[in-house]
C-alpha cells in the first residue's frame, strides 16, 4: 500500500518517470522516427528564434535541448513539443536588450535571458501548484487574434533587414518599418542575402500549403547551405552562422543585478501569460485528438520545468509549439520519448558535428523566422470578428494597434487589459429585456425580437441578464425607474430573476432604495425565478420590504398573483412599456 502511495505522489510529481517505467519497447520506432522527424525543424527554429530575442544562435539549441527533458519529465501530454517561439521572441528581447544596450555583451544578454527564465519557471509552477490554470484565460479570443496579427506585423519588420542583408539601428515598428524603407532607398540591399533569403521563404511557405507534412524549414536549410559553397556567398557578402560552440552546455546559474529583477518580474508576468494560453490552447487540440484529458495545472508546471531547465543552462523562456508539436503527431508519436529522442540528436550535433550549420546564411534563419511570422497572423479571424459582432472586432483592433503601436510587452498588457475591461463592461450595461406574450408561442419573449399580441394592463416585466452587483446597480435603478414612469404608469414591475445568479451588498441597498420609491409611487416591484441561493442572500441582508411575497417561482405564478389582486385579464396588443 505504501509502495503504491509514493508510485502514485511520484506520478503525480515526475509523470515522465512513471511513463518509462511503464514504457513498452514496441512503441520505440515511431517515437524514435519522430524524434528524428522533428529535429530537422527544432534545429534551424531554435537558431532563428534565439535570433529573434536578440540572443546567440547557440542559445536556442541549448533552450530547446532543456525545454524537450524539462517538459519530457514534467508535462502530461504525451506528444506536446515544447521550446523556443516565435510569439515569445520579441517579447524576451523587449525585456532583455535595453539592459545590454550599452555594452551589447552577448554573455550579459545570456545572463538575463536566463534569469527571465527562471522567474517565468517560478511564476509558471507556482500557478499549477496553486491551481490558477483560469489566468490563461486573461486573454479573450478577440484579443489573442488582434495580439498575435500585431506580432507577426512586428516579426515580419523586425526581420526584413535581415533578409535584405543589412541591418537597421532602430526601435519600434514605425521606426524599423522607416529605417528599412531609407536603408533600401540608399541601396544597401545585398542581392545575394535577398535572393538567399527569399528563395527559402518561397520554398518553405510554398512547401507547408501544397505538401504539410513535408520537413520544409529542413529543405531550406539544407539548399541554403548548399548555396553558400556553390556560389561562394561569404564572399559576396551573405553573413553566415559561422562555428557552433561544441558540447553540451554546462549548468549555470545567472546572476543580474538585484535592482534590475523588478522590471523581469514584470516581463516574466507578460511571458507566462503568453506561454500559458497558447500552452493550453494546443495542448486541448491534442487532447482530442490523442483521447486524453488535459490537466491545465499539470500542464503549467510541465511548461514551468520547461523554463526552468532552460534557465539553469544558458537558455531563455518557452512555449508550445502548435507546428512543431502537429509534426510530431503526424510523424507517429506516441510519448514524451519523441522529445527525449530529439533532444538526443541536438546534443549528438554539437558533440559530433558543430561545425555542420555553420554556413547557413543569415538570411534563411530570417525567412524561417518570417515563415513562422505569416502562421502566426490570422487576418480570416479578423474578417470572422467583423462580420459576427463589431464589439469583438473593434477589441481586435486596438489589440492589434496596441501592439504594432507601443510594442509587444504594452502590447499584451493592453490586451490583457481590454480582455478584463470588456468583461466588466458586459457586467456594467447587461442585455435587458422588456417580455410579453404571443399568442401562437408558449412562454414570455423578449420584445425586441418577438412581436408580441397581448399584453395586462399595468403590467411590466423586466429581465435583466447579469448579476446585480456595485458595477451595475445604477444601471440597474435607472432603467426601472424609467419604466415606472412610463404612462400609465405600471401597478407591479415582475423582474424575470433567472439570470441574475448574485446579488452583492451595495446592489440590496439600491434594491431597499428603490423598492421605498417605488411602492411611494404606487408600483409594486417583485422577482420571479431568483434562484434559491440568491434569494437566501437577499433575505440574510435583511432589506425589510423585500418579505417573502415579493419573491415567485416562475413568471407565471408572479403574473398571475398580478391579474387576480388587479382583477385583469390580457388584452390585445402588445405591452406599452419599452425600454430606452
Known amino acids: 500500500m505504501a509502495a503504491t502511495s509514493r508510485l502514485g505522489a511520484l506520478s503525480r510529481t515526475i509523470p ?14 515511431k517515437d ?35 525545454a524537450l527533458l524539462g517538459y519530457a519529465l514534467f508535462g502530461p501530454s504525451r506528444v506536446l513539443v515544447l521550446g523556443p517561439d516565435s510569439s515569445l521572441g520579441p517579447m524576451i528581447a523587449a525585456i532583455v536588450v535595453p539592459f545590454v544596450a550599452a555594452d551589447g555583451d552577448p554573455a550579459t544578454a545570456v545572463a538575463y535571458a536566463s534569469v527571465l527564465a527562471l522567474l517565468v519557471g517560478a511564476i509558471t509552477v507556482l500557478a499549477g501548484v496553486f491551481n490558477l490554470g483560469f489566468i490563461a484565460d486573461l486573454l479573450s479570443k478577440p484579443t489573442q487574434i488582434g495580439y498575435m496579427n500585431g506580432l507577426a506585423l512586428t516579426i515580419l519588420v523586425s526581420q526584413l533587414p535581415k533578409l535584405f542583408g543589412f541591418s537597421v539601428d532602430a526601435d519600434g515598428l514605425i521606426g524599423e518599418a522607416v529605417a528599412f524603407v531609407e536603408a533600401v532607398g540608399d541601396g544597401e540591399t545585398v542581392g545575394a542575402s535577398l535572393a ?25 536549410v539544407v539548399l541554403a547551405i548548399a548555396a553558400v559553397a556553390a556560389f561562394d556567398l561569404a564572399d559576396r557578402g551573405v553573413d553566415l552562422v ?24 514584470a516581463g516574466a508576468l507578460g511571458i507566462s501569460l503568453v ?71 541536438i546534443v549528438a550535433l554539437l558533440v559530433v558535428a558543430p561545425g555542420l550549420l555553420r554556413n547557413l546564411p543569415q538570411p534563411a534563419l530570417a525567412a524561417v523566422v518570417i515563415a513562422a511570422s505569416l502562421s502566426l497572423a490570422d487576418l480570416a479571424g479578423l474578417r470572422r470578428l467583423r462580420r459576427q459582432r463589431r464589439s469583438d472586432f473593434v477589441l481586435a483592433l486596438i489589440a492589434f494597434l496596441s501592439v504594432a503601436l507601443l510594442g509587444v510587452l504594452y502590447g499584451i498588457a493592453a490586451a490583457v487589459g481590454m480582455s478584463i475591461l470588456n468583461v466588466f463592461r458586459r457586467v456594467w450595461w447587461p442585455h435587458q429585456a422588456i417580455l410579453g406574450r404571443a399568442g401562437d408561442v408558449r412562454g414570455y419573449h423578449d420584445t425586441a425580437y418577438r412581436q408580441t399580441t397581448e ?39 415582475i423582474v424575470a430573476a433567472e439570470p441574475i445568479t448574485d446579488v452583492d451588498t451595495t446592489a440590496a441597498d439600491m434594491l431597499a432604495d428603490l423598492d421605498a420609491d417605488l411602492d411611494g409611487a404606487g408600483t409594486r416591484l417583485v422577482f420571479a425565478e431568483l434562484k434559491d441561493a440568491v434569494q437566501t442572500k437577499v433575505e440574510r441582508y435583511g432589506v425589510p420590504t423585500l418579505s417573502d411575497d415579493r419573491f415567485y417561482p416562475t413568471i407565471r405564478t408572479a403574473v398571475d398573483a398580478y391579474a387576480t389582486a388587479q382583477s385583469v385579464t390580457w388584452v390585445p396588443g402588445p405591452s406599452p412599456y419599452r425600454l430606452d
Open 242 to 265: 559561422g562555428e557552433l560552440p561544441s558540447g553540451f552546455p554546462p549548468l549555470t546559474f545567472p546572476t543580474v543585478p538585484i535592482g534590475d529583477l523588478g522590471l523581469l518580474l
Open 455 to 493: 399584453h395586462l394592463p399595468g403590467l411590466a416585466i423586466y429581465r435583466f441578464d447579469a448579476p446585480l452587483l456595485f458595477a451595475n446597480a445604477r444601471t440597474f435603478r435607472n432603467q426601472v425607474r424609467r419604466l415606472a414612469a412610463i404612462e400609465p404608469r405600471p401597478a407591479w414591475i
Open 16 to 29: 515522465g518517470l512513471v511513463m518509462l517505467r511503464s514504457y513498452r519497447p514496441a512503441l520505440f520506432g
Open 275 to 345: 506561454s500559458l494560453t497558447d500552452t493550453i490552447s494546443t495542448a486541448s487540440v491534442f487532447a482530442d485528438k490523442t483521447g486524453d484529458e488535459i490537466d491545465g495545472d499539470r500542464e503549467m508546471i510541465g511548461v514551468g520545468a520547461a523554463s526552468i531547465a532552460a534557465g539553469c543552462f544558458q537558455g531563455f523562456p518557452v512555449s508550445t509549439s502548435g507546428s512543431r508539436t502537429a509534426v510530431a503527431f503526424q510523424s507517429g508519436a506516441r510519448t514524451q520519448v519523441t522529445g527525449l529522442v530529439g533532444a538526443a540528436a
Open 196 to 220: 538567399v533569403g527569399a528563395a527559402c521563404l518561397v520554398l518553405i511557405v510554398g512547401l507547408q500549403r501544397l505538401w504539410p507534412i513535408f520537413p520544409a524549414v529542413l529543405a531550406a
Open 32 to 66: 524514435l522516427v519522430a524524434g528524428l522527424v522533428l529535429t530537422t525543424l527544432l534545429v534551424p527554429q531554435g537558431m532563428a528564434y534565439a535570433e529573434l530575442a536578440g540572443l546567440p544562435a547557440i542559445t536556442g539549441l541549448y533552450t530547446t535541448i532543456l
